[in-house]
Each structure stands twice: as C-alpha cells, then as structure tokens.
C-alpha cells in the first residue's frame, strides 16, 4: 500500500579513524566545507550505501532490482520495461500513446526500489522517462568542525621485479578523520509516492532498516569503525504535513559535553524536544 503519510527524519552517524566520503578533487581527503571545517558526506554517498543494503537483504525478490547499481547499463535496464509489454522502443523518445507511456515509466517504478525511492531521470537512448522520488536526503554536516590527518602507510612486498632490485617496500597514505559526528536530515514525501512512484510502506519500513544498519556490511580499511547511533522520524497524519520540517528539525539538538576533542558518541549530548509538538505530528525514536 503507498503510504498516506508524510515524514522527515534526523539521523546521527559517526566515524572513527575513517575516511567516511572521500572526495577525488582532493586527493580523496575527505569531504569539508573549506571556510568552516566541518565535515561533509553527501547525499549520493548516503543513497548509494541504502542501495547496496537492500541489494543485499532483497537480493533476487522481485520488486526491490537497484537501478543505478556497480556494473549497469541504464539502457539496458530501460529496455526491460519494452520487451515486458512489446512495445518497440523509439530512439530518445517515449510511445506517444500515453497509456503505453505509463506502462514504460511504471514499469521502472515496480521492479527498481531506489526509482522508487529517489525518483530517476531514464531519458536517455531508451527513453523511460523521469520521475520525482519522495525520499530525498540532505548532505551530512558534521556537528563540529573536523580534523583530517594523512597517514603514512608502509607494505613489506613491492609491485614489480624492477622495483624489488631497488627497495624492499613501498610507503603509501591513507586519510582519515580521527572522530566526527554526523548529522543528515531526510524528507519522504506521500504526495509524490501516491502521485510518481508508489512507495509503499513496506518500502519506507526497508527505508528505515537500511538507515540503522547502513555501515553494518560496508566496513573496510578505508572507512574504518562508523555507525548509525540514532535516527528520530517525525511522523505527519495526512499527506501534505502538519508543520515545517525545519520547525521540526530544530527540536533535536546535539552539542559536546566539555570543550575537549570528542573521540567517541558518549561524548556528546542529545537533547530531544519531544514537549508540545505540532498537532498530527509523531516523533518515532527507530534507534
């Protein structure tokens, strides 16, 4: 059933001798704001990890394929949706009849979760139109501004031959942030599920397990030791949302406990203002 509700949601994560978004016009530093030092990881980061939970938990069920996934071609997912109803696809373009047109664009809708999700823009050679998502995700701002460090790495074998006549080892770097905590507030949008992509609740209970396990299967030496420490949604009852998601973001609130570095999540304090909230909105602690 597509969902009759609107919600938002604040979720705190943290890293810790890690590198959580790498950016490549720095030499994969990670990610900050130049004139404040926070900290950034951004919303394609964040939707590529939900993508590759639900991959991983919905791997082979019909409904839940990922669309922009390691290894696709689009066009040749888009021409999934014209051989299902044998309709001969015209290069760039949609059919002009318009119920084929739906069939086309419903079809990507039905068998790909992050369509579903995050909407999708499938004009390409084989045109499947675009869609709005009703899951959109802000990028994550550290809660206070961070430090990054180059790491001098050394590794006993060598590449080549040629380089073992020469030395006995290689030297390399790796970055990391020693400790920050993240912050990134999202948006899930009824009026575009029920009008766009069919989002149901099913998908939002998946939406909120890839949330609190998103670091779970994504380890490794490069991101370090990162986690989903807490995700609050405040839940809307109607459709279009009883007050502003920024009202609502405002009443969760994280701050340091002393003025020392933090290096851990106890570290810090979060305060919830959960008094007199909005009429028809829910705050919903998932973790």
């Known amino acids: 059933m597509t969902i009759e509700n609107r919600y938002e949601f604040v979720m705190l994560f943290d890293v810790e001798n890690g590198n959580p978004n790498g950016d490549p016009d720095a030499g994969n530093m990670p990610r900050i704001d130049p004139e404040t030092s926070y900290g950034i990881v951004t919303d394609v980061c964040i939707k590529r990890k939900i993508r590759d939970y639900v991959a991983l938990v919905k791997?082979?069920?019909p409904g839940y394929q990922i669309y922009v996934r390691d290894g696709a071609v689009l066009n040749n997912q888009h021409e999934l949706a014209y051989k299902k109803f044998d309709i001969k696809p015209e290069e760039k373009k949609l059919p002009k009849d318009e119920a084929e047109a739906k069939k086309i664009t419903g079809f990507m809708c039905e068998n790909f979760y992050d369509i579903r999700a995050f909407g999708a823009v499938m004009t390409t050679k084989v045109n499947c139109g675009q869609v709005r998502g009703p899951v959109q995700i802000n990028f994550a701002r550290s809660v206070d501004p961070v430090v990054t460090q180059e790491v001098t790495i050394t590794r006993v074998a060598v590449t080549s031959a040629a380089d073992a006549e020469k030395k006995e080892h290689e030297m390399g770097r790796k970055h990391i942030v020693p400790y920050a905590l993240y912050r990134v507030e999202g948006y899930v949008s009824a009026n575009l599920a029920q009008k766009s992509t069919g989002f149901s609740d099913d998908d939002l209970n998946l939406l909120w397990d890839a949330l609190i396990n998103l670091f779970e299967h994504d380890h490794s030496a490069a991101r370090g030791k990162m986690a989903t420490q807490k995700l609050f949604v405040f839940k809307h009852k109607n459709v279009l949302g009883c007050a502003p998601s920024h009202v609502l973001f405002d009443r969760i609130k994280v701050s340091r406990k002393s003025d020392k570095?933090?290096?851990?999540?106890?570290?810090?304090?979060?305060?919830?203002?959960?008094?007199?909230?909005?009429?028809?909105?829910e705050l919903i602690v998932k973790l």
């Open 59 to 61: 791997e082979k069920e």
């Open 261 to 281: 570095p933090a290096r851990s999540f106890s570290d810090y304090e979060v305060v919830i203002d959960d008094k007199n909230l909005p009429d028809g909105v």
